[in-house]
């Protein structure tokens, strides 16, 4: 059973940058998506990277922020940059087996979330 667990989380105010990690405790040939989810609204594809590190990104954030991925550390990293106050929820890794990258349906297993709060 894999485990993904998301770290980096915090308070930053509008334009700031910040990093959030996610260990994947399983080393090999995965997809790993990050998804948020703000108060009263569904979880929300945000991008995702392949095994052979190529990426893809929603509209919302494309141009802002990165995905990479350090395999010797089995973790995957989102790099958030000029946030805005938008940009608030929880943000979640997930392991992505099938299927369309931005459906939470076609992942079969989460971290427990990391909260991200950006204040103008």
């Known amino acids: 059973q894999v485990h993904l667990v998301e770290s980096g989380g915090g308070s930053v105010q509008a334009g700031d940058s910040l990093t959030l990690s996610c260990v994947v405790s399983?080393?090999?040939?995965?997809?790993i998506g990050w998804f948020r989810q703000a108060p009263g609204k569904e979880r929300e594809y945000v991008g995702i990277i392949t095994a052979g590190g190529d990426t893809d990104y929603a509209d919302s954030v494309k141009g802002r922020f990165g995905i990479s991925r350090d395999n010797a550390k089995d973790t995957v990293y989102l790099q958030m940059n000029r946030l805005t106050p938008e940009d608030t929820a929880v943000y979640y890794c997930g392991r992505f087996y099938f299927g369309r990258y931005d459906r939470v349906s076609n992942y079969d297993a989460w971290g427990q979330g990391v909260q991200v709060t950006v204040s103008s």
């Open positions: 399983e080393r090999g040939q995965n997809y």
